[in-house]
């Protein structure tokens, strides 16, 4: 079965520091991806999407996210961090054999960010 | 934002009790979904459905079940509420099954 792993539970990151939250996927066909971030109390936000093309996404907020096929992996990238960027994030894949509407999502990353 | 509501926002009720919670969209978006949301499971599809009376089960739809008789609104409903019932229950809409989905704000459920 197709699975999503965020082997981090918590990041702490100083402000103004660089950010990589890791996401690593198991999948048999060519996967769809996301970034999604939730605020304490809010529902969940798109941050950027991987369907096909460049192998290097860009989102919102200065967020990136590199697909390495041969490492199953979904990095979310920010050369800066704000406090403001604190926040869970949450990896999902999708896949066309198993219904892309079937979102799998991994258990999320939660981002604390130091003064 | 996409135009998603959801309500309640909030519900507190009792172990053996019907709940519906609603979901109502202005984007007529084909797709909608619902998912909860634990600590340490991230997000689960409970159910979704891909137009007016058409649903389909997800991940986790043991004791759960939904209507769609509009296009823009989806109702979750449990028919007896149980305490691992408890949980944050989002919505989201998307136009295709390949389209991006977007989420509501979520209900947070609380089954005593």
């Known amino acids: 079965a197709q699975s999503v792993t965020q082997p981090d539970i918590h990041i702490t990151v100083s402000e103004g520091a660089s950010l990589e939250l890791r996401c690593n996927y198991s999948?048999?066909?060519?996967?769809?991806l996301f970034w999604y971030v939730q605020s304490p109390g809010q529902g969940l936000q798109l941050l950027l999407k991987?369907?096909?093309?460049?192998?290097l996404v860009q989102g919102i907020k200065g967020f990136e996210a590199e697909f390495k096929r041969s490492q199953s992996s979904f990095n979310l990238r920010k050369p800066s961090v704000h406090w403001s960027d604190a926040a869970e994030y949450f990896c999902?894949?999708?896949?066309?054999?198993?219904?892309?509407?079937?979102?799998?999502f991994g258990t999320g990353t939660r981002l604390l960010v130091s003064p | 934002d996409a135009g998603i509501t959801q309500s309640p926002r909030h519900k507190v009720t009792e172990t053996g009790t019907p709940v519906t919670l609603r979901c109502h969209q202005t984007?007529?978006?084909?797709?909608m979904y619902w998912y909860r949301q634990d600590p340490g499971h991230g997000l689960r599809l409970i159910h979704y459905?891909?137009?007016?009376?058409?649903?389909d089960k997800g991940e986790v739809s043991d004791g759960y079940s939904v209507s769609r008789s509009k296009t823009e609104d989806f109702l979750l409903t449990l028919e007896s509420a149980t305490s691992s019932q408890t949980s944050v229950y989002f919505c989201?809409?998307?136009?295709?099954?390949?389209?991006?989905?977007?989420f509501g704000p979520g209900t947070r459920l609380l089954v005593l």
């Open positions: 459905s891909y137009g007016v009376k058409d649903t």
């Open positions: 999902a894949v999708g896949a066309k054999n198993t219904g892309f509407q079937k979102l799998v």
């Open positions: 989201a809409i998307s136009a295709s099954e390949e389209e991006t989905q977007y």
């Open positions: 991987y369907f096909s093309g460049d192998t």
């Open positions: 984007e007529n978006h084909r797709y």
């Open positions: 999948y048999g066909a060519t996967p769809y």
